[in-house]
């Protein structure tokens, strides 16, 4: 079955520091990628995406390329700010798994970021 | 004008007891979803319906039981709430198209402790 393996955390950065989180996949057919974020106390929404092959994702700064030939969907960014502080989930949706016509989404386990100023 | 809407944000209870959280979205989405995240924020499917029909029921206990009145609204019932059942639960719905497809928006969630 399909599966999502993150880094497991937390991740503790100083303001300013270059971020990644590693994100690969196991899929059947061939997935969208997705990270989302989730602030304290709040539900998950999404950070960017990218539908195929080669594409890259991006946004406030966060940029993912998804890389068929490593299973990957690492997320990076330059220059983390305490705003930054949060979950990151990385998650794929499967054409191959639908059911009824609705995609089955699978999600990583999170990954904790803790920016300190 | 929020996306997707739960409530009560909040939900303390005795165990044994029967409670409901309500979902609602104004998207116009077809599908939407039912998570439980624990304390370790592991986010675990739980139901998914599309148009009101359920498609995924995940090995979930008998004592939960989703409601979907309309394409809008897929509300949770848990009766004879145990400890374990403590968590956050999160309704989501799912876009479909350009550039929206596949898309997940959440609700800001529902916290249920039982005591």
């Known amino acids: 079955g399909n599966s999502v393996t993150q880094m497991e955390g937390p991740v503790t950065l100083s303001e300013e520091a270059f971020l990644t989180i590693n994100c690969t996949y196991t899929a059947t057919g061939y997935p969208s990628l997705f990270w989302y974020v989730q602030y304290p106390g709040e539900g998950l929404q999404l950070l960017l995406k990218?539908?195929?092959?080669?594409d890259k994702g991006s946004n406030k700064g966060f940029e993912a390329t998804y890389r068929k030939e490593t299973t990957s969907f690492h997320l990076e960014k330059g220059s983390v700010q305490v705003s930054d502080s949060a979950v990151y989930f990385c998650?794929?949706?499967?054409?191959?798994?639908?059911?009824?016509?609705?995609?089955?989404?699978?999600f990583g386990r999170g990954t904790s970021l803790i920016v300190h100023p | 004008d929020t996306a997707v809407s739960q409530t009560p944000k909040y939900l303390v209870t005795q165990m044994g007891n029967d409670k409901s959280i309500k979902c609602e979205q104004n998207?116009?989405?077809?599908?939407m979803y039912w998570y439980k995240q624990d304390s370790k924020k592991f986010l675990k499917i739980m139901f998914s319906?599309?148009?009101?029909?359920?498609?995924i029921n995940e090995t979930v206990p008998n004592r939960f039981s989703p409601k979907s009145p309309d394409k809008a609204h897929l509300n949770l019932h848990i009766n004879s709430l145990e400890l374990g059942d403590s968590a956050v639960y999160f309704c989501?719905?799912?876009?479909?198209?350009?550039?929206?497809?596949?898309?997940?928006?959440f609700g800001a969630g529902s916290r249920l402790t039982v005591l």
């Open positions: 319906y599309n148009n009101k029909e359920l498609i």
């Open positions: 989501a719905a799912k876009g479909t198209g350009v550039p929206g497809a596949n898309v997940l928006t």
């Open positions: 998650a794929l949706s499967d054409p191959a798994l639908s059911s009824g016509g609705s995609y089955i989404p699978t």
């Open positions: 998207l116009g989405h077809d599908t």
């Open positions: 990218a539908t195929k092959a080669d």
